[in-house]
């Protein structure tokens, strides 16, 4: 369809939200709503987006910076939906094919209707389309007003409308098919003459009627695909249907969702066959799942990468993290920008700060804690230690307690602990120190100077027992 083009309106503030944010960059499933029309319109098949945008222009052209199928026309004063339409002309001069039109805030419409919409549009002859739906509580929508043919003749809004229109349950969507001829030629003749004083793109319905056009209603069974968004009741309400629709497909893709209704995952997320989801997971930003992994209850994983067989448990927060395959992160852990090799079990409690890398088959234990790191193949630090800006070789033994004591008050220092080191338990690297291959540190021991490969590190105070001495402080 090279012959289609979308407008999207999205000029307006959204007063009804009571918020500083502009309404369609309101998030449903972790897109700006106004993402979901256009990728419909997109998905439909337009070749090119016209985005008009007013309150908060800057924040809607950034966010969609980059997608070269989009271009923005500024409407600056929203003086109605016709005017906002004659406002994306110039950006569509020279374009003679169809246009279809679609508000920003109504993102439940999915692309295969719009497609049935054109096709429609088509196979009548129309030189105007109109979606609509019936809906037992109509109010607020423009009403249908058809003839004794069947065919659309007029559009009343709630506001001008009599009530015996009113009791008209056959509404406007606000979604159009439209040709460009004559579209832009109406738009720019419609007046304000009405209830609210606006330009209402609804006019072009009596234009079309009167110059012998065809204007045709194509309605959608599901009346929720056309939900306007006007306040945060309604934003929650369509955020639980986009919720559904990417559980849905995801459960058709092999993934098992356990909970459906408790399961956040936003759109664009990707998860591989046979992975297995608990309730209460939050699965947001690029997150790309491989196959046959477990997320347990309440697990939030953001912008990050997982392979396959990895199993997440419960309360583990992941961001920015990439996770090779079979990788356990025990319960209660919190990673943010780390790089995990297969095969290493992190946790559970254990806090993997920015720069953490983990190679293959490394083991972190409850109560470590690690920040720019590197830990080589083989290497465990099991229990209760913090591990900072050091480098750590393979087969690497940290005994428990250790500290690297990296910030001497003013800068930090490196500790490097070359491969097959045994690090004994409590042990203090004041770094910068360097720890040589296969050298032993006595637990215990404070380490302030390298130490040489192949040798034992020992500094603590020697023992002394002092026979009897407890029964003679009793006398
Ligand atoms: C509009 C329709 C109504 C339909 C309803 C469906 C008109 C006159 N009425 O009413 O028949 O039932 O949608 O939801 O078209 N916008 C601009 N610039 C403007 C005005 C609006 O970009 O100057 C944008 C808004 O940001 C919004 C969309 O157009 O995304 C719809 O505008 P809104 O004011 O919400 O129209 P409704 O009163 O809902
Ligand atoms: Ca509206």
């Not at 709503?33 to 222009?57: C, F, K, L, N, Y």
């Not at 439940?108 to 609509?132: K, Q």
Request: glycine content about 10%; aromatic content about 4%.
């Amino acid at each position: 369809m090279a012959d289609l083009a979308a407008i999207i309106l999205a000029a307006g503030k959204g007063t009804r939200m009571k918020s500083d944010l502009v309404k369609v960059m309101h998030p449903l499933a972790g897109s700006p709503m106004v993402a979901w029309p256009i990728d419909a319109a997109r998905e439909a098949g337009t070749s090119h987006i016209v985005t008009v945008v007013g309150h908060q222009a800057e924040k809607i052209r950034d966010h969609f910076a980059g997608q070269d199928d989009i271009t923005f026309a500024l409407q600056g004063e929203q003086l109605g939906t016709g005017h906002a339409v004659a406002s994306a002309a110039d950006a569509l001069a020279g374009f003679t094919g169809k246009v279809l039109i679609l508000c920003g805030d109504v993102p439940l419409i999915r692309p295969e209707s719009l497609r049935s919409m054109v096709e429609a549009h088509d196979a009548t002859g129309a030189t105007l389309t109109i979606l609509t739906t019936r809906l037992a509580n109509p109010f607020g929508y423009g009403r249908i007003v058809r003839g004794y043919d069947g065919r659309v003749i007029r559009i009343v809004e709630e506001k001008d409308a009599s009530s015996e229109i009113r009791s008209c349950t056959e509404v406007n969507a606000g979604i159009y098919c439209a040709d460009a001829d004559f579209l832009f030629d109406a738009v720019r003749r419609i007046g304000n003459d009405n209830a609210q004083g606006e330009y209402y793109l609804t006019d072009i319905v009596i234009m079309a009627a009167e110059r012998g056009l065809r204007c045709s209603a194509f309605p959608v069974a599901n009346a929720m695909e056309v939900m306007g968004v006007n306040d945060r009741v309604h934003l929650a309400a369509a955020g639980a249907v986009t919720r559904h629709r990417i559980n849905e497909a995801l459960m058709l893709d092999g993934v098992t969702i356990i909970d459906p209704a408790t399961t956040y995952i936003d759109r664009g997320v990707t998860v591989g066959r046979d992975t297995t989801i608990h309730p209460g997971v939050h699965l947001s930003g690029r997150t790309e799942i491989g196959e046959g992994c477990t997320i347990e209850q309440g697990a939030v994983i953001k912008g990050s990468t997982l392979g396959d067989g990895c199993v997440v448990e419960p309360g583990a927060v992941i961001r920015s993290c990439r996770l090779g395959s079979r990788v356990a992160v025990k319960a209660g852990t919190v990673m943010e920008d780390a790089t995990i090799h297969d095969h290493t079990a992190i946790g559970p409690m254990a806090h993997l700060r920015p720069g953490t890398e983990l190679m293959a088959h490394v083991k972190i234990g409850n109560f470590v804690e690690t920040k720019k790191i590197t830990m080589g193949e083989g290497s465990k630090a099991s229990h209760l230690t913090y591990l900072g800006d050091a480098s750590i070789g393979s087969n690497v033994n940290v005994g428990c307690g250790t500290i690297t004591c990296n910030y001497d008050g003013v800068r930090k220092h490196r500790t490097v602990i070359e491969d097959d080191v045994f690090v004994g338990s409590d042990v203090q690297f004041v770094a910068p120190v360097t720890i040589g291959r296969n050298s032993l540190i006595a637990a215990g021991t404070t380490v302030t100077q390298d130490v040489p490969p192949d040798s034992l590190a020992i500094a603590r105070a020697p023992q002394v027992n002092k026979d009897g001495w407890k029964l003679k402080k009793r006398d």
